[in-house]
């Protein structure tokens, strides 16, 4: 194993740290089915008033010299974890797999045709699904495939996601073969009675050796995702997780809350509800994994992001992608593959989420999108506040009305507004604008969606968002 330990783990003698007071009617005052925020408008806003021709246009018209970020889509896993709200689907057979890699080619051929011309690639990330259930050969074909299409460096940051009960030596070798730096492995969680309840058994080992794998082969940048929320985990047990991530010293940690959505993901109705943790219990959950990793010495970044001090998450200032918290600032997004996102400075596009309308789409030399948004000026000012929010917990109204002039007044007036109504002190006025207190943090989400201008507040959505603490 080369990655140290990198700190000692929290210590439950140790006594915790007086955390401002939330009660649980406060918690359950601000306990909504809310958006993640991971973009404004919300993909569910997205619509068919965006398509292929303004897709064209956007590709078309990039300036020469912008950085530009790549994320590629693989919706296929070997089996389905209960629990998982991922765009994907399982499969045994390889068929489909090799079918759909063919038609990401085809995609990868038509949007580099489109380009004005080969632009510098900052960011490429490869998620899913499970990207690792590609063959060596298939990675190195995927690999140069971008490679002949984009402008891919060594200096490119490369990030792929693991399922770590996938990964092989061979596989392994092939990534970093291709340029992959960065690593995300899926754990969740590591007790036996909740990995049962969650229908995805993956031992400690199975995850260091994976790890090694990579290790051996000199990657220095790994990320691990828990989830909290997970039925019959406790405190207690999260803790014991918690030693077992921090033993495998991983640069980064993502603490995703459990997005229960049974009504769109089926998988999900496996999950024994009366095992679900309530949401003061959820919080608590939150608040003690924060104070454990932060005893390890990790930095917390946003809402569910924790980073070494020396990692670049916490170096450098903080954005907000599909993935959750990055360092990517990169001026467009290009999205390959089925359901994948792209982000340009006129708005988003979205690729058909059916691997086989996708397919039938790309093989024909046509663009897989089907949706978008076209961003209005007030869309720009509004997305630019709630990623603040969510990175920062503040934003500076110089900062707003520098970029977005007179009418950023309108929403000053918006947050004293905010804060007006707000009387259990999670929110103020600083002497630049606005900054959620230390109370407030937990509730981010609260606040950001005082801000989106699309949110039905009288009839929000519990099927699509999820529980905002
Ligand atoms: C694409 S998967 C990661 C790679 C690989 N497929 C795996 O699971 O090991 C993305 C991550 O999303 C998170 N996730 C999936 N479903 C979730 C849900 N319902 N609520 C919260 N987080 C979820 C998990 O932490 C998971 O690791
Ligand atoms: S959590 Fe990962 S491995 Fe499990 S179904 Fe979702 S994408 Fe696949």
């Not at 919300?42 to 078309?60: C, E, I, K, M, Q």
């Not at 063959?135 to 792929?160: H, P």
């Not at 219990?281 to 924060?290: D, E, G, H, I, V």
């Not at 929010?389 to 009305?401: E, N, P, Y």
């Amino acid at each position: 194993m080369h990655v140290r330990n990198y700190m000692v783990a929290g210590r439950s003698d140790e006594k915790e740290p007086p955390l401002d007071f939330a009660d649980e009617a406060l918690v359950n005052r601000y306990a909504a089915a809310l958006p993640r925020y991971t973009s404004y408008p919300t993909a569910n806003h997205f619509n068919a008033s965006v398509g292929p021709s303004d897709y064209r246009d956007w590709l078309g018209g990039l300036d020469e010299d912008i950085a530009l970020s790549l994320y590629l889509h693989i919706p296929f896993c070997e089996s389905l974890c209960w629990y998982c709200a991922c765009s994907t689907k399982a499969t045994r057979r390889y068929e489909p797999i090799a079918a759909y890699l063919d038609a990401v080619e085809m995609e990868m051929l038509t949007v580099s045709q489109l380009l004005p011309r080969r632009l510098r690639m900052t960011h490429l990330h490869w998620g899913g699904g499970s990207p690792d259930i590609l063959s060596s050969d298939d990675i190195r074909r995927l690999g140069n495939a971008l490679k002949n299409r984009f402008g891919i460096s060594s200096e490119t940051e490369f990030a792929v996601e693991i399922d770590p009960r996938l990964m092989t030596p061979e596989k392994a070798a092939s990534l970093v073969e291709i340029g992959v730096n960065r690593l995300s492995l899926g754990v969740q969680d590591f007790e036996p009675v909740v990995q049962k309840a969650i229908g995805r058994e993956q031992s400690y080992e199975t995850t260091r050796q994976a790890l090694d794998f990579f290790c051996n082969l000199g990657i220095r940048s790994v990320n691990v995702d828990l989830v909290y929320g997970l039925p019959y985990q406790t405190e207690a047990s999260l803790e014991r997780t918690v030693e077992k991530v921090i033993a495998l010293s991983p640069h980064r940690i993502a603490v995703f809350g459990y997005a229960h959505l049974p009504q769109r993901m089926h998988n999900q109705r496996m999950i024994d509800e009366a095992a679900l943790p309530g949401p003061m219990q959820r919080f608590s959950m939150a608040r003690r994994l924060t104070w454990l990793l932060e005893q390890a010495g990790y930095q917390q970044l946003g809402l569910d992001h924790f980073a070494r001090p020396d990692d670049s998450l916490a170096t450098r200032r903080l954005s907000r992608n599909f993935q959750g918290y990055t360092t990517d600032r990169a001026d467009a997004l290009i999205g390959l593959g089925a359901s994948a996102i792209g982000r340009f400075p006129q708005g988003y596009v979205q690729n058909v989420v059916s691997t086989a309308d996708y397919i039938r789409r790309v093989e024909q030399g046509n663009l897989g999108t089907v949706r978008g948004w076209a961003l209005s000026q007030d869309d720009k000012l509004r997305a630019f506040v709630i990623e603040r929010l969510m990175c920062d917990f503040a934003f500076s109204s110089q900062a707003v009305h520098d970029r977005f002039g007179s009418v950023a007044a309108e929403l000053r007036h918006e947050a004293e507004c905010v804060v007006a109504s707000a009387a259990d002190g999670l929110i103020e006025r600083t002497d630049d604008g606005f900054r959620l207190t230390q109370l407030g943090r937990p509730f981010v989400r609260s606040f950001c969606s005082s801000f989106d201008a699309y949110l039905n507040r009288t009839a929000v959505d519990k099927s699509r968002h999820s529980l905002s603490v």
